[in-house]
């Protein structure tokens, strides 16, 4: 019997979109059944979260990121909301661009995981990804 392949699916590295700059930090997503991501600036109703991109990247269809699928990681709050309004303690967030989270309403917007508890200010909040990330 042959062994399968594995990962335990912590970091896993993905191919970044062929003209899309991923940073370090970056929320990143894919669309459909598309094998590339791209960050979480342009989102639509096809874009599944994938995780935190761990470094920075120019994508040419080949070179990959590696991306974070699970932990805690602090962000910054999109303009438009705000602690104890919007966000609380287990409030689903979205991003709300590639590098900030909000708690209200988004078009398209992207699901990426629940808020554990305020940031170091009421600007940012701890979020869990696991389980939100494809």
Same mark, same amino acid.
């Given at each position: 019997?042959?062994?399968?392949?594995?990962?335990?699916?912590?970091?896993?590295?993905?191919?970044?979109?062929?003209?899309?700059?991923?940073?370090?930090?970056?929320?990143?997503?894919?669309?459909?059944?598309?094998?590339?991501?791209?960050?979480?600036?342009?989102?639509? =109703?096809? *874009?599944?979260?994938?995780? /935190?991109?761990?470094?920075?990247?120019? +994508?040419?269809? !080949?070179?990959? @990121?590696? %991306?974070?699928?699970?932990?805690?990681?602090?962000?910054?709050?999109?303009?438009?909301?705000?602690?104890?309004?919007?966000?609380?303690?287990?409030?689903?967030?979205?991003?709300?661009?590639?590098?900030?989270?909000?708690?209200? =309403?988004? *078009?398209?917007?992207?699901? /990426?995981?629940?808020?554990?508890?305020? +940031?170091?200010? !009421?600007?940012? @909040?701890? %979020?869990?990804?696991?389980?939100?990330?494809?």
């Amino acid at each position: 019997m042959s062994v399968p392949s594995y990962q335990d699916g912590d970091i896993v590295a993905q191919v970044v979109l062929s003209g899309q700059t991923v940073t370090e930090g970056d929320l990143v997503q894919t669309s459909g059944a598309a094998v590339t991501i791209r960050n979480c600036a342009a989102q639509a =109703a096809s *874009s599944v979260f994938a995780g /935190v991109a761990l470094d920075t990247v120019v +994508g040419d269809g !080949t070179k990959t @990121v590696q %991306v974070k699928k699970k932990g805690l990681f602090c962000f910054p709050i999109g303009a438009s909301d705000a602690w104890g309004t919007n966000i609380n303690i287990g409030t689903e967030v979205l991003a709300s661009d590639a590098t900030h989270v909000q708690g209200s =309403a988004l *078009s398209n917007a992207v699901k /990426v995981g629940k808020a554990v508890k305020c +940031g170091p200010t !009421t600007a940012s @909040v701890w %979020v869990r990804i696991d389980g939100y990330a494809a």
